[in-house]
């Protein structure tokens, strides 16, 4: 063994299929929910997009709660585009009321998701936040507005852990029953510089501790120990050598899947894994015998499951096996 082992802390109670999920936070909570997403667990990740801040994380999830409404007012015109600071670029668009029409509808979603949540995953990714100097609004994201609009500062050490105990507060206020896990993002944000981004996660380190010991139903998995300790070499990082690649998401993945997954379900996650790779294929002769062939097998195999277990749904899949997408099964 080439590496330092890093040791997760006993989870009291795992995952399972009959769990719904809500993640939100930094680029890494959507890699994570991605993946149980593709082995089909009851997933919601991000409904207003990526997030990286305590701050900018507890003011969404109150939003949420609270059941909080957009305007007119929450969105400026850039160029002729509306967006809004306290949503993701994604989340922008040309006609306002259709714009507002969609952010409502999600928030409506999302709180009733919220509601039912079993468990739900918070990626902080930095203590750094952006405050608009017009109004002092601190700002979800900034959407290539230009740097002197802004303030650039690092919260205190009682801001982070003001904002987290607020989440949790404001999470347990519509689920009291629910498992709430901490992470922090292994992506460093080098253009802060090396020294600053070390302080900045250290902030979410030290207020996560005591949090952790202040709370029951709080936990905390080491994403971002596990790979400054397991994965101390650059092939597990992306291009930019600051962002995880799909090797090194792979390993953290692993590393989840057997500490907070029952292992009862792993079988299950074979099974899924299996059909959900047979779907991406892309065949060379769709018209041929033997695709139609395998085409039936599949089928077969995703309608034995679907009898066995009614929570799954493959309905998008099942529309990928028609060569035009238009039939239905």
């Given at each position: ?154 919260l205190t050490d009682k801001e982070v852990f003001k904002s987290i ?124 015998a033997t695709y139609h062939s395998l085409r039936q097998n599949i ?31």
């Amino acid at each position: 063994m080439y590496y330092t082992p890093v040791n997760i802390a006993p989870f009291l109670r795992k995952i399972t299929y009959n769990d719904t999920l809500f993640f939100i936070g930094s680029c890494f909570s959507n890699e994570i929910a991605q993946k149980l997403s593709f082995f089909k667990f009851n997933v919601f990740s991000n409904p207003f997009g990526t997030l990286y801040n305590p701050v900018s994380i507890y003011q969404s999830l109150l939003r949420i709660v609270n059941k909080e409404r957009v305007h007119t007012a929450d969105f400026f015109l850039d160029g002729d585009i509306y967006k809004s600071f306290h949503f993701h670029s994604s989340m922008a668009g040309i006609n306002v009321d259709s714009v507002i029409e969609n952010i409502n509808t999600i928030i409506e979603a999302s709180h009733e998701f919220l509601k039912k949540s079993n468990f739900i995953f918070i990626t902080y990714g930095t203590s750094f936040v952006f405050e608009l100097k017009e109004t002092g609004q601190m700002v979800a994201n900034c959407h290539k507005v230009p740097a002197s609009k802004f303030h650039h500062r690092m919260l205190t050490d009682k801001e982070v852990f003001k904002s987290i105990t607020d989440t949790i507060e404001c999470l347990r206020s519509i689920n009291q029953q629910v498992d709430i896990i901490f992470t922090v993002s292994p992506v460093r944000y080098f253009k802060y510089g090396s020294f600053e981004n070390q302080v900045s996660k250290s902030l979410l380190f030290v207020s996560l501790h005591k949090i952790l010991q202040q709370y029951t139903n709080i936990y905390y998995f080491p994403a971002y120990e596990i790979f400054m300790d397991e994965l101390r070499d650059y092939r597990y990082y992306a291009s930019d050598m600051l962002h995880p690649s799909n090797d090194g998401i792979e390993h953290v993945w692993k590393r989840f899947k057997d500490a907070l997954i029952e292992k009862s379900q792993h079988e299950l996650m074979k099974q899924v894994e299996e059909i959900m790779q047979a779907c991406m294929h892309k065949p060379m002769l769709p018209q041929s015998a033997t695709y139609h062939s395998l085409r039936q097998n599949i089928l077969s195999k995703i309608k034995k499951l679907e009898q066995q277990y009614p929570f799954l749904r493959f309905d998008k899949e099942k529309i990928l096996l028609f060569d035009d997408g238009t039939k239905k099964i």
